[in-house]
């Protein structure tokens, strides 16, 4: 029978390394695949999970139904990046646990990764430090898997729980990281204490051996997907805070002692689009780098008739910047975007009058685009763009009211004043979403749309006003499916 039961369980890892094999001759070209956010191959996706980067890799695992394109029968998915961009699907890492009679209860829901550089489980095999995914089985506690071969193959620790279930608290979603100041592991967890529901939000728990974890504090008013991280107030080394965030990418900034954290802010929204959830920061970025890099899922989105469901949003650096109203948190994309830039047009002090000018970009054309532009106010009512414009179909509008000073799309709006009189623009078109980056990333609104797949036209437009174009770069952006030059 044990010969019987291994063979089953090899036969089941080479019909999904076979999967995965399959999926990277796939083209990637459906209408409504997008071409430089990360999809899975096929079947469902959501939360990323484990973000982590290691020996010269990027590792993005995701909750992942392997059986269809609906939510149900979690796994952890898994892709690797040399540069944060380019993407290669992996075989499953993280199964379901088999200590359960029911295996659809204990299915591997979203959680978080750390490198073991002092080898504190024992588990480390020759010099290659162990990567460790911390995870909640759901109704069996949190959990421990562990990689000797750099993320390659995953197995389950076998000190499992490493905290118990507990039927009232619902905790889930555990985001573990080193705290250099108290020189002890951090774990934030979403928990519901004794089942109080206006009680739930992020407790914190400390640990120096990554098994024995105590319970320190919690914060009321959060709602899965915790996340802890440290940032520099306008890029000063010497002036830092903490800021801990919510599953929607709403957070507080405030100081951290390793044990409680300590608000300085309100609960601050983080994206106001309409597609945007399950943030989580990488994890091991090199010192030299010092980026702090973020990544959420696209709940909500649409892609009908795909093989696939969900994507994520294009990578993102956070910062801290001190404005008027306190220190808050901006968000912009990562620089390696420009590894996709295909060759651009630049326009530089065009003074647009409504009704005398014809659109300044009536000559771009696609369906994934970077734009980035600078717009003096002048008199101006409002300007914007349509993407995705057709003569069959009307596109999305791009809105930035300026006698309301909101920025707007696709229903959603932000509060965005001018800086010295203008407006800074940075927006990611791809096939089935949008991501708008407003005045360096103050405002930010992602979100999912559809479109007639054969629109392409991209138009800028002004209203009741001269409208100064001060710079305008638009660049055709190249899929990630597409082999490197």
């Not at 009232?168 to 004794?194: G, T």
Request: net charge negative; with cysteine; hydrophobic share 35%.
């Amino acid at each position: 029978m044990k010969s019987l039961h291994n063979y089953l369980i090899l036969s089941y890892l080479l019909f999904f390394s076979a999967i995965s094999s399959q999926a990277q001759k796939h083209n990637f070209d459906e209408v409504y695949r997008p071409q430089f956010h990360f999809t899975p191959a096929q079947n469902w996706m959501n939360d990323p999970n484990g973000l982590i980067y290691f020996d010269g890799v990027y590792h993005l695992f995701y909750q992942h139904n392997p059986n269809g394109n609906e939510w149900g029968y979690m796994h952890w998915g898994h892709a690797t990046s040399k540069d944060l961009v380019h993407w290669e699907h992996q075989p499953i890492a993280i199964y379901p646990d088999d200590n359960s009679k029911d295996k659809e209860l204990a299915t591997a829901w979203s959680g978080s990764a750390i490198v073991d550089h002092n080898n504190l489980l024992g588990l480390q095999q020759g010099s290659t430090p162990c990567l460790l995914a911390f995870y909640t089985s759901k109704d069996n506690g949190q959990r421990i898997a562990y990689s000797t071969d750099k993320g390659q193959t995953w197995q389950k620790f076998a000190g499992n729980p490493v905290i118990p279930f507990n039927e009232k608290d619902e905790a889930r979603d555990p985001k573990v990281f080193w705290h250099q100041e108290s020189q002890k592991y951090v774990m934030v967890l979403w928990r519901k204490p004794d089942g109080v529901q206006n009680a739930q939000g992020i407790s914190i728990y400390t640990s120096e051996n990554l098994t024995d974890w105590n319970y320190e504090s919690h914060v009321p008013g959060f709602y899965e997907c915790p996340d802890l991280v440290k940032l520099p107030v306008n890029r000063r080394a010497d002036d830092t805070r903490w800021v801990i965030f919510d599953g929607d990418g709403s957070y507080i900034v405030g100081q951290f002692d390793g044990k409680k954290f300590s608000p300085e802010t309100p609960k601050i929204q983080g994206d106001y689009g309409k597609n945007y959830y399950a943030t989580q920061t990488f994890s091991n970025i090199p010192e030299e780098d010092g980026r702090v890099i973020q990544l959420a899922w696209m709940r909500g989105g649409e892609f009908p008739d795909m093989p696939f469901n969900g994507q994520m949003t294009f990578p993102s650096e956070l910062a801290l910047t001190t404005y008027l109203e306190g220190i808050r948190l901006v968000r912009t994309p990562i620089k390696e975007i420009e590894l996709l830039h295909e060759k651009g047009a630049v326009w530089e002090n065009k003074n647009l009058i409504p009704g005398l000018n014809k659109n300044l970009t009536k000559k771009v054309k696609g369906d994934c685009l970077h734009i980035k532009g600078t717009f003096e106010l002048k008199t101006v009512n409002s300007f914007g763009f349509v993407v995705r414009n057709s003569r069959k179909e009307v596109g999305v509008e791009i809105r930035y009211d300026a006698t309301k000073n909101v920025l707007s799309c696709l229903g959603k709006g932000v509060r965005l004043m001018p800086e010295d009189g203008k407006i800074e623009l940075e927006i990611l078109l791809d096939r089935t979403s949008l991501e708008l980056f407003g005045n360096g990333g103050k405002a930010v609104l992602s979100s999912c749309y559809k479109a007639e797949p054969s629109a392409q036209d991209l138009v800028l437009y002004n209203t009741g006003g001269e409208l100064l174009v001060e710079k305008l770069e638009v660049h055709p952006i190249k899929s990630i499916y597409l082999p490197e030059d």
